[in-house]
């Protein structure tokens, strides 16, 4: 919205701040001037205003010049019209029938009109220089004289030629099947709910938005109807929104206009027509319905007490603080009536412009407003409880811990995906909840899975020749049905590439299924459990996710709860998106693994003794996995046998000396220690014989 | 690389110790591969042989001054393959007699413990300096990084904020991202046919067109509702903040994403009052920029308080004497806040009758934590923080 000083300055003639302070004394209290340009001398400055939408008042100049009058306690000019004595007649007949939808309707007769260039009166001048500085086009008298009252008090008005109307004109809602051309031309049919005014035998304007093409002024017209009414909000924005209009009216009426401006509205835009001739006939006529009256002009007094001002304010810079004489002055200012009822209290009446105060805390903001934001001081409120965390705050700072800490950048997606890429990854297929208004089909459906996600930003790392990527992602994933949708936090991780070149003295390392499965044991391992363990299903059973190589794919069980899978995407997915390296990828059911305690250090006592190590070079037939192994060494009930563990293992796929077809090699490394004294060489003999025996259980021997 | 780090890396090379030339720090071993083709197992025999190992090993172990040294002297007898021990008690285990066997292994491992005695001893000893000399590194090689993580830009700030919240009792509250509309904008007293609730703001789960308003589901637009489940669930006094993911059905560009985050705050008590807000706020915004950095406020308009204000700070990029990113203005806007409006007090007051607007009160700040983090890190793409872009990411590590 736009505002000249100059037009301001004709409300405020004891003003005396420059245009500059002026702007940013309206802005700290709310009144926002986004822009002033200097429109050379004697034209003072064009405000560009950014006023929020429950100052509508404030939208006309009008509005911005009781601001300032405020701001400064400078007196406000009056607005009054003083009209020629009108001419007998009756005035036009108005009926209101929608009275929940109109609360005031006026109506002036002119007779003998000239429609044209605006005249050479007073008011047409003072117009003509106050467009030419907004660049507001002209176009005729009248249409002139309904965006002179509306620019300058905010009002909107309307004139319809006189000859074209046939009976009295009746607020009423539309008929069904009844139509409309309206003045943009367009042929509107209309729905039994659009709030119109009509003549005794058809529809005139869309009340409040848009006036009818048949009805409308033109140069031929020589009588005049002038309407300024009050519509009510809900009624104007249905009307509106059904027929996709928004309008400078219906702005207005949709954020509640003035009840009381319609007779001066109405008195402007008939001063300035009568200034290119013609006469008034008839008094106006001023329909009004007391119902909208009580609830809009004529509300409720408010009691407005000042230690309420206080309580919710606080403490000013200057010591005075908030007084009731500052109490008053801001509020008269601004149109309120003020009574003492009893001490430091008031009775408040409302101005019928400001619909938006109802309420004793609507004043303590005016009075706070008008005051000075920046006027109030900086003070803290003691407190003397205690912070609470989050139950999940610790798991979810583990996790982000570990896996910074495994080399691994976090990052974070989109929360939604296609339904193409939830029916893929989602752990259960039919509970992907679809969005009313997607941003677009890639983003149909609330992401099932963190895995869509990933998988773009590893494509996307990959497209950008970024070879070596290590990502996580912990974020909400959601199921359910559109009646209602869980969310539960997941973690996906992601990676490819190599551990980068890190220095010169280390080459780079190419990362692989199992530096994915040991971030995930790392990740496990945070948390308390008494069983961990990793497996797989044949590729027909169907259990792995499809977005998981068959082969090269894992579920984690935690105290035999699934929380999660991991493995190499599978590579048809990976080449759909022209990913040639191979991808690793795992989604861990984080809300599963909150469920587990979070590991707590446990100290075991250290023993001084000299452990003893001893490499078993084996050979396992093909079928021998190491989690078998792994087991059956738990189970030689050594107390001294404190670790073991894989040192190379080796599938060559060809044939190797010593070993049968399929047959592999693997290095244990066993590590035998005792708490209370140094182990002999008998003691280790057994225990060896012990682990072989262990190995020959799963079908290994050591090797010759 | 430009010419003043060429003269730096000048400069640092004077402080690389050159050696002067390698000097012997060992003598020749003795040639005893004439042992390897002995005959003759007899006791004596094998006396005088091993005293011949045993005598050479101690001479060779007197000259050893490096850990170069020591290492080859370690090889040349213990080594796995070409060790003397290893070759020798193959050769011998071959081609001696069975009874000559027994007392070889034994023998052997005498030897054994003598050179790693020898060993020890040598070591225990430590290098001449000249050995140190020749061990000499190239310091200005870049060092052998380990890589870590980055915490990310987004996660940083809200963990930030909520450390500085944490420091003036505010504990953290979260909510979920799918709301109802009652959470999301009835009970933050948003109108019915606010525009706000339009499609073409908020993103909606599909199929809610049939349900009563206050039940519709869709994607919270703010961190707001948490402070009304905060509140249901809690009686005053409250003090939390909010970190989360909301959305908006906005077109992307370089300041505007369908998903950003929000840092909401909530605090209610007796006597909370609107100078409060601007200390608590006044003091967030100088612990997360720097102690310089100034606040004003100004009234604005949010539908759950009242009264409500935009916060600006002096910009921090030219400290307030304007430039273009503060648009020569020399403050920047950076969030929005106000009273609790009392009609947000009654619907809390409905599962809580201690929220009583006549006896308590309370103000709520929100800001976005994507423009914060742009502001101190300098990013200029919004986009970026959404694409997982490892070059990107690799500058928070
Ligand atoms: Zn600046």
């Known amino acids: 919205m736009k505002i000249l000083t100059k ?105 003998g009109v000239t429609i044209g260039p605006a005249g050479a009166g007073m008011l047409s001048s003072q117009m003509a220089g106050l467009f030419r500085l907004l660049e507001q086009k002209q176009i005729s008298n009248a249409v002139d004289a309904s965006n002179y009252a509306w620019l300058a008090m905010g009002q909107p008005t ?72 009050w519509f009510d909000p809900v009624a ?77 304010l606080g403490t000013t810079l200057e010591a005075e603080g908030i007084t009731a004489a500052a109490v008053e002055g801001i509020l008269s200012s601004l149109g309120c009536g003020l009574s003492a009822d009893g001490e430091g209290q008031w009775q408040v009446t409302l101005p019928s412009w400001r619909l938006d105060l109802d309420r004793e805390i609507d004043l303590i903001e005016e009075v706070a407003r008008v005051y000075g934001y920046n006027r109030f001081a900086n003070t803290l409120p003691a407190f003397a409880g205690a912070v609470r965390h989050l139950p999940h705050a610790e798991a979810d700072g583990v996790l982000r811990a570990t896996l910074r800490a495994a080399g691994f950048h976090e990052a974070i997606s989109s929360t939604f995906c296609s339904a193409a890429d939830a029916g893929l990854c989602a752990p259960q297929p039919g509970l992907v909840v ?223 000396a010593g070993l049968a077809a399929g047959e592999y090699s693997l290095l244990l490394g066993a590590t035998f220690q005792a708490t209370d004294r140094t182990l002999r060489d008998e003691e280790l003999q057994a225990y060896s014989a012990a682990v072989l025996q262990a190995v020959s259980q799963v079908g290994g021997r050591l090797r010759a | 690389m430009g010419s003043s780090d060429v003269a730096a890396n000048r400069s640092l090379l004077r402080w690389v110790h050159k050696p002067a030339g390698r000097k012997t720090t060992s003598i020749p071993s ?44 370690r090889l040349e007898w213990l080594g796995r393959k070409q060790g003397r021990l290893k070759q020798l008690g193959d050769a011998w285990l071959k081609t001696a007699p069975l009874e000559a066997k027994k007392t070889l292994g034994q023998r052997f491992n005498a030897l054994k413990t003598l050179v790693e005695g020898l060993l020890e001893d040598a070591a225990g000893a430590g290098p001449s300096n000249e050995a140190l000399a020749a061990e000499a590194l190239d310091i200005t090689l870049p060092g052998t990084r380990r890589l870590t993580g980055a915490e990310h830009p987004i996660t940083r700030t809200m963990n930030e904020l909520i450390g500085i919240f944490a420091g003036l009792g505010y504990s953290v509250g979260v909510g979920p991202e799918v709301e109802t509309d009652f959470y999301n904008f009835e009970s933050m007293n948003f109108p019915p046919g606010h525009p706000a609730r339009d499609t073409q703001d908020t993103l909606v789960i599909a199929g809610q067109e049939r349900r009563p308003l206050r039940d519709r589901l869709l994607l919270r637009t703010h961190t707001s509702p948490v402070q009304m489940r905060t509140m249901e669930q809690m009686a005053p006094p409250i003090r939390i903040v909010i970190p989360g993911k909301v959305h908006r059905n906005d077109a992307a560009d370089a300041t505007h994403s369908p998903v950003f985050h929000q840092v909401e705050g909530l605090c209610v008590d007796r006597n909370i009052t609107f100078s409060d807000l601007k ?111 490892v070059r990107f990411l690799d500058q928070f590590a």
């Open chain 2, 279 to 389: 200390g608590t706020l006044d003091h967030a915004m100088k612990a997360l920029f720097g102690s310089a950095v100034k606040t004003r406020f100004f009234p604005s308009f949010f539908p759950f308080t009242e009264p409500s204000a935009d916060v600006q700070i002096s910009c921090i990029f030219c400290a307030g004497k304007g430039c273009r990113k503060c648009k020569q203005s020399g403050w920047i806007e950076l969030l929005g806040c106000g009273m609790v409006d009392p009609a947000v007090f009654a619907f809390a007051a409905e599962k809580q009758p201690a929220y009583d607007p006549k006896e308590i009160s309370g103000f709520a700040f929100g800001m976005g934590v994507e423009r914060i983090a742009m502001m101190k890190y300098g990013v200029s793409d919004i986009g970026q923080f959404y694409q997982g872009d």
């Open chain 1, 236 to 312: 104007v924005r249905r009307t509106a929104r059904r027929h996709g209009l928004h309008t400078d009216a219906s702005h207005r009426f949709e954020r509640g206009a003035d009840f009381n401006a319609g007779p001066l509205a109405s008195a402007l835009v008939v001063s300035i027509i009568l200034e290119s001739g013609g006469e008034i006939e008839g008094e106006l006529v001023d329909v009004q319905v007391a119902a909208q009256q009580a609830r809009t002009a004529a509300r409720q007094p408010v009691l407005l007490a000042l230690k309420q001002v206080q309580r919710i």
């Open chain 1, 434 to 656: 679809p969005l009313g208004n997607p941003l677009s089909e890639e983003a149909g459906v609330m992401r099932a899975s963190l895995v869509p996600g990933m998988v773009t930003m590893v494509a996307g790392n990959l497209n950008r020749d970024v070879a070596d990527v290590r990502l996580f992602e912990l974020g909400a994933v959601f199921s359910g049905s559109t009646e209602k949708v869980e969310e539960r936090p997941a973690l996906a991780i992601g990676l490819t590439g190599s551990v980068g070149q890190v220095g010169p003295h280390q080459a780079p390392r190419v990362l692989d299924f199992y530096d994915l499965k040991g971030v995930v044991e790392q990740i496990v391992a945070r948390f308390q459990a008494k069983s961990v363990y990793f497996d797989t299903f044949p590729a027909e059973a169907g259990i792995t996710p499809q977005w998981l190589h068959p082969y090269r794919s894992a579920r984690v069980v935690v105290d035999g709860s699934t929380v999660g899978w991991l493995g190499q995407l599978h590579p048809r997915l990976a080449a759909e998106r022209k990913m040639k390296a191979p991808v690793y990828m795992a989604e861990l059911y984080a809300e599963r693994l909150y469920r587990q305690a979070l590991a707590r250090p446990a100290v075991r006592e250290l023993s001084r003794f000299q452990p003893v190590r001893r490499d078993f070079s084996l050979v396992l037939p093909p079928a021998a996995h190491w989690a078998q192994l792994d087991e059956v060494l738990g189970q030689t009930g050594i107390p001294e046998l404190i670790d073991w563990r894989v040192r190379e293992v080796a599938r060559e796929g060809k044939a190797v």
């Open chain 2, 30 to 73: 003795r040639d005893l591969s004439f042992l390897l083709r002995m005959m003759n197992f007899d006791e004596q025999t094998l006396d005088a042989s091993f005293a011949a190992l045993e005598d050479e090993a101690r001479r060779a172990a007197a000259w050893l001054a490096s850990p170069e040294a020591v290492e080859n002297f």
């Open chain 1, 158 to 229: 309307h004139t319809f030629d006189l000859d074209k109307l046939v009976g009295g004109i009746v607020v009423r809602r539309a008929r069904k099947g009844e139509t409309l051309k309206t003045l943009d031309g367009v042929e509107r049919v209309l729905d039994p709910e659009d709030l119109i005014v009509a003549d005794h035998v058809k529809p005139l304007a869309l009340a409040g938005v848009m006036g009818g093409w048949e009805s409308m002024i033109t140069q031929e017209t020589r009588n005049v109807l002038v309407e300024a009414a």
């Open chain 1, 7 to 111: 037009w301001l300055r004709q409300y405020l003639p004891t003003l005396t701040v420059d245009d500059a302070t002026l702007a940013e004394d309206l802005t700290l209290r709310g009144i926002a001037v986004e822009g002033v340009f200097d429109l050379g001398a004697g034209n003072g400055s064009l405000f560009e205003m950014d006023i929020t939408t429950n100052r509508v008042d404030a939208m006309n100049h009008y509005g911005v010049a009781r601001e300032a009058a405020t701001i400064y306690g400078l007196p406000l000019a009056p607005l009054g019209f003083p009209l020629p004595e009108a001419k007998d007649g009756a005035g036009f007949p108005v009926e209101i029938e929608a009275t929940d939808a109109c609360g005031r309707f006026t109506a002036r007769v002119l007779r």
